[in-house]
């Protein structure tokens, strides 16, 4: 008897841990000389994701570091969407590392001149 309630608990936290979505860990760096541009890029992030920690430094070049959250991978079609209100034509540069250690995911991508890329794939 103690067996077969041993054997249903296992099961049963076996069963949370499979709904339970796995959260990807992201560390954005966004370098530009624009602070504007900056500035309406780190809001954006910050509107979109759920951000654990942000930093902007000013200097002769604007930067920012953000960490945030997403599932499963790296965000790719939220920040696609996203780089779409970036004006044309921008030295916006963002580097993004992201990793989830549950489904040994890690990931760089890279947005430059108007595109995302990932690092890894080419």
């Not at 979505?21 to 759920?50: H, M, P, W």
């Not at 604007?62 to 599932?71: A, G, L, T, Y």
């Amino acid at each position: 008897m103690q067996t077969a309630n041993a054997t249903k608990k296992n099961y049963t936290n076996f069963l949370i841990l499979k709904i339970m979505a796995n959260i990807c860990q992201n560390t954005l760096y966004l370098t530009t000389r624009d602070k504007t541009l900056r500035d309406s890029v780190k809001k954006l992030i910050e509107e979109t994701f759920t951000c654990n920690d942000s930093k902007s430094i000013d200097g002769e070049v604007f930067e920012c570091k953000i960490k945030f959250d997403s599932r499963w991978i790296f965000p790719y079609k939220e920040m696609e969407e996203l780089s779409k209100k970036f004006a044309e034509g921008n030295d916006l540069h963002i580097h993004v590392i992201s990793y989830e250690f549950g489904c040994e995911y890690v990931g760089f991508n890279i947005y430059a001149y108007g595109e995302w890329r990932d690092k890894f794939a080419g």
